[in-house]
Structure formats: structure tokens, C-alpha cells
């Protein structure tokens, strides 16, 4: 059996009801430091977020990550520098489609775009020590353990620590075998 095809379409308002469904299933309620946001709150990051990587304006991007014409999960990158060449990446699936490889084959598409903008030089995430499917896709993708903040998030009520993951575009490139620009 082939593994399902992946695709990563345009964040849309109304994926709105599918994406609070994955905030509120038990694997990310208990390993995700997820801000309770209001339905009006959630849906103005949706409106807000662009899928276009190209627009010089834009500070965020959010995809959904479809299977089979289902919404799968969702990839977001925010508070793109382009002075800085850095950006930060989070990534979530819906209870029925963990531990299938999903989140890491959108993740890389993910960073295939990410990094298809000539400024971006860094891409970092955070985890939970507790999250090691997170842990294993950031590993996958060629990310790098970079340290720990203690005590920075907040997860189900308790104060967690959260690890930082690097990955710098000659890292990325290396993986892909890309030849100097």
C-alpha cells in the first residue's frame, strides 16, 4: 500500500472548525502550549496568514495539510525577518492521522518554500521534552537539538520547558544536494 499523497493547500476560513477540532484533540491538549483562542481570534490568523512565500509583506503563512480531500492538519511559519533571514515553524495533525508519516512529509514541503525566499537563512521550533513524535520529525528534517528554555510555556495548567530546533539553509541545502548560489 502507498502512502497517501500529501498536499498543502492555502489556509481558509473555512478550515476554521477544522482547526480548533485539532487544537482540542487529547494528543495536542496534552503536548501542545496552545493559547486558549476564541473562535473570532482563531479565524483572524486565518484571514491574516498568507500561503504566498513570495509577498514581500507578509510576516506569517499558514497551510493546511490535506489527505485523501481531507484536512490532515495544519503548518504555520511566523514572524518571518526578512532582515534577519529567520523564522519560526509549528506544526499539528488531527488525532486520526498521527504516527502515518504525514506531519513529516508536510513539514518538508513546508520548508521547500520556506526556503525558496533567498533572504531566509534560519528556520527554528520549539518543543516539549514530552513531544518526541515533534522531536523525530525536527530530526528527520535535518533540525539540530539547539538548548532549552526552562520553564517558558505552559501546557495543560503546568509550567514546561521547551527545546529549540535549528535548522540553517546550508544544512537544508546540503540534505537536498544544492549546489552553491
Not at 70 to 96: C, D, K, N, Q
Amino acid at each position: 500500500m502507498s502512502p497517501p499523497e500529501v498536499k498543502l493547500v492555502p489556509a481558509l476560513p473555512e478550515h476554521l472548525d477544522a482547526w480548533i477540532a485539532m487544537r482540542n484533540g487529547p494528543t495536542s491538549r496534552r503536548l501542545l502550549p496552545l493559547d486558549d483562542n476564541n473562535r473570532e481570534s482563531l479565524l483572524k490568523r486565518l484571514r491574516e496568514a498568507s500561503s504566498d512565500v513570495t509577498d514581500p509583506h507578509a510576516k506569517g503563512f499558514r497551510w493546511m495539510v490535506e489527505v485523501e480531500g481531507r484536512i490532515a492538519g495544519t503548518v504555520a511559519a511566523r514572524e518571518f525577518s526578512r532582515f534577519h533571514g529567520r523564522v519560526e515553524v509549528g506544526y499539528m495533525l488531527a488525532e486520526e492521522f498521527i504516527g502515518r508519516g504525514i506531519g513529516t512529509r508536510a513539514v518538508a514541503m513546508m520548508l521547500e518554500r520556506l526556503f525558496s525566499t533567498p533572504e531566509l537563512h534560519r528556520i527554528w521550533l520549539t518543543t516539549t521534552p514530552e513531544n518526541l513524535a515533534s522531536q523525530a520529525v525536527a530530526r528527520k528534517l535535518g533540525f539540530v537539538l539547539e538548548g532549552l528554555w526552562r520553564g517558558h510555556c505552559i501546557v495543560q495548567g503546568q509550567r514546561r520547558d521547551q527545546q529549540i530546533w535549528g535548522l540553517l539553509r546550508p544544512e537544508w541545502e546540503a540534505r537536498h544536494g544544492v549546489k552553491d548560489r
